[in-house]
């Protein structure tokens, strides 16, 4: 598959022309849809019309978009929510169960590995971390009760890069879904299904919500995962074969949990998508010419970015995402004070979390996102004291570059 697709603009149309000939999508906010007969309103229930019924299971703007992600990413099955947190606990409310286990990296965003480790355990599952970069420390922790591995493409804020190819061969050969979270990297530089991921998680917050408009989520269900071969979902798969996840998700999941996108969100999202693939462009080369300035100046001890070429992860980041490895990079001074000192004095730069705003937004992580952890789980994250995270925006190179020279 090989999607030249950029914007999501092309292969639209509204089910039916709009009234007043709009040529956007417009926002139902309504939360009711009406019907003709009782036997109408009977088949939508049942899903066999794919009319609308009430604003929580599906809405017409939402459906929008999720015809454009489909488009975008090549995948089966699409589903917007609230947020990526959303995406991510809707996930493992399908798949997981009491008794199973998720293989994952300890370097996660920061909810997500609170989720993990604090919310599911609750419920009997647990989570295994290792070294998604050792393939045998993969295959090693992986067993009858694994529901997933999950990686997020480009780790956060390590900036690591598993091969998905690798993981992948592992998953596949052990009969496990392989799940990645891919906000860092946006369609059509990344392809998840050509790297083997079965489920794609999305936090639309980001590069999608076209600067910081909305929180939304998204799950892309490549349904290239046999379901079978899964404790929960294995009764459902006789019937519904790959499209057991699907079922699952939309049918009882998603509905019961609530987390729907709102028609706002989608509507917002719907624009942002428009500008995707120029603004994450765009970022993406002033943020490695940007790294490869700060390379230069004494006083930054490291910098990281994939798009470096002395980059230990240069040629997978390269194979995998091609020359637009994202707009984050992170770099370290001489301690936590010069840290502070750096991020008080900056003018344009904002002192702000959140990734990929069209403003650059600068963060000190160890103190904020991962701030209130105790001190043991502190050293799992291992997040050092004198790293800052920046997520590069549309503001002009020399600008940032002046901002943060005045600033050391
Ligand atoms: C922000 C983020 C999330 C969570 O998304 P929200 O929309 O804030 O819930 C998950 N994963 C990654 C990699 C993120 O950057």
Same mark, same amino acid.
């Given at each position: 598959?090989?999607?030249?697709?950029?914007?999501?603009?092309?292969?639209?149309?509204?089910?039916?022309?709009?009234?007043? *000939?709009?040529?956007?999508?417009?926002?139902?906010?309504?939360?009711?849809?009406?019907? @003709?007969?009782?036997?109408?309103?009977?088949?939508?229930?049942?899903?066999?019309?794919?009319?609308?019924?009430?604003?929580?299971?599906? =809405?017409?703007?939402?459906?929008?978009?999720?015809?454009?992600?489909?488009?975008?990413? *090549?995948?089966?099955?699409?589903?917007?929510?609230?947020?990526?947190?959303?995406?991510?606990?809707?996930?493992?409310?399908?798949?997981?169960?009491?008794?199973?286990?998720?293989?994952?990296?300890?370097?996660?965003?920061?909810?997500? +590995?609170?989720?993990?480790?604090?919310?599911?355990?609750?419920?009997?599952?647990?989570?295994?971390?290792?070294?998604?970069? @050792?393939?045998?420390?993969?295959?090693?922790?992986?067993?009858?009760?694994?529901?997933?591995? +999950?990686?997020?493409?480009?780790?956060?804020?390590?900036?690591?890069?598993?091969?998905?190819?690798?993981?992948?061969?592992?998953?596949?050969?052990?009969?496990?879904?392989?799940?990645?979270?891919?906000?860092?990297?946006?369609?059509?530089?990344?392809?998840?299904?050509?790297?083997?991921?079965?489920?794609?998680?999305?936090?639309?917050?980001?590069?999608?919500?076209? *600067?910081?408009?909305?929180?939304?989520?998204?799950?892309?269900?490549?349904?290239?995962?046999?379901?079978?071969?899964?404790?929960?979902?294995?009764?459902?798969?006789?019937?519904?074969?790959?499209?057991?996840?699907?079922?699952?998700?939309?049918?009882?999941?998603?509905?019961?949990?609530?987390?729907?996108?709102?028609?706002?969100?989608?509507?917002?999202?719907?624009?942002?998508?428009?500008?995707?693939?120029?603004?994450?462009?765009?970022?993406?080369?002033?943020? $490695?010419?940007?790294?490869?300035?700060?390379?230069?100046?004494?006083?930054?001890?490291?910098?990281?970015?994939? *798009?470096?070429? @002395?980059?230990?992860?240069?040629?997978?980041?390269?194979?995998?995402?091609?020359?637009?490895?994202?707009?984050?990079?992170?770099?370290? $001074?001489?301690?936590?004070?010069?840290?502070?000192?750096?991020? @008080?004095?900056?003018?344009?730069?904002?002192?702000?979390?959140? $990734?990929?705003? =069209?403003?650059?937004?600068?963060?000190?992580?160890?103190?904020?996102?991962?701030?209130?952890?105790?001190?043991?789980?502190?050293?799992?994250?291992?997040?050092?004291? =004198?790293?800052?995270?920046?997520?590069?925006?549309?503001?002009?190179?020399?600008?940032?570059?002046?901002?943060?020279?005045?600033?050391?």
């Amino acid at each position: 598959m090989d999607n030249k697709e950029t914007t999501g603009i092309l292969n639209e149309s509204f089910p039916q022309k709009d009234i007043h *000939g709009s040529i956007a999508m417009p926002i139902y906010s309504g939360v009711a849809f009406e019907f @003709d007969t009782a036997e109408d309103m009977e088949n939508a229930f049942l899903g066999k019309s794919g009319k609308h019924t009430y604003a929580r299971i599906s =809405n017409p703007t939402v459906e929008f978009l999720e015809n454009r992600i489909l488009h975008l990413s *090549g995948a089966a099955h699409v589903l917007a929510v609230s947020s990526g947190m959303a995406a991510i606990s809707n996930v493992f409310m399908t798949i997981a169960y009491s008794g199973a286990n998720i293989v994952a990296s300890p370097h996660l965003f920061g909810n997500t +590995f609170s989720f993990f480790l604090f919310t599911l355990k609750d419920f009997g599952v647990e989570v295994r971390f290792c070294n998604l970069l @050792d393939p045998e420390d993969v295959a090693r922790n992986i067993d009858e009760n694994t529901c997933a591995v +999950f990686t997020e493409i480009i780790t956060n804020p390590h900036l690591e890069v598993a091969d998905l190819k690798v993981l992948s061969q592992i998953t596949r050969e052990k009969g496990v879904p392989l799940i990645a979270d891919s906000t860092m990297v946006v369609w059509p530089h990344f392809q998840a299904e050509r790297w083997g991921v079965d489920i794609e998680v999305v936090s639309s917050t980001k590069y999608i919500s076209g *600067g910081a408009t909305s929180t939304g989520g998204l799950i892309v269900d490549y349904q290239t995962y046999d379901w079978n071969r899964s404790k929960r979902l294995k009764t459902l798969a006789k019937a519904a074969g790959k499209r057991a996840f699907q079922m699952k998700l939309r049918g009882e999941i998603s509905r019961n949990l609530g987390a729907c996108m709102s028609p706002n969100t989608a509507y917002l999202q719907n624009l942002g998508l428009e500008t995707l693939s120029l603004r994450y462009e765009r970022a993406s080369s002033t943020c $490695l010419q940007l790294a490869e300035f700060l390379q230069t100046l004494p006083a930054i001890q490291s910098v990281n970015y994939t *798009g470096l070429k @002395d980059n230990p992860f240069y040629a997978v980041s390269r194979a995998q995402f091609g020359d637009c490895p994202g707009a984050m990079l992170t770099f370290c $001074l001489e301690d936590q004070a010069a840290c502070y000192a750096l991020v @008080d004095r900056v003018k344009i730069i904002r002192r702000a979390t959140n $990734l990929f705003d =069209n403003k650059s937004l600068i963060i000190h992580p160890l103190s904020t996102i991962y701030g209130t952890l105790s001190p043991a789980y502190k050293k799992m994250v291992e997040v050092p004291d =004198n790293l800052l995270r920046l997520s590069v925006g549309l503001e002009d190179l020399e600008d940032l570059k002046e901002d943060i020279v005045q600033a050391l």
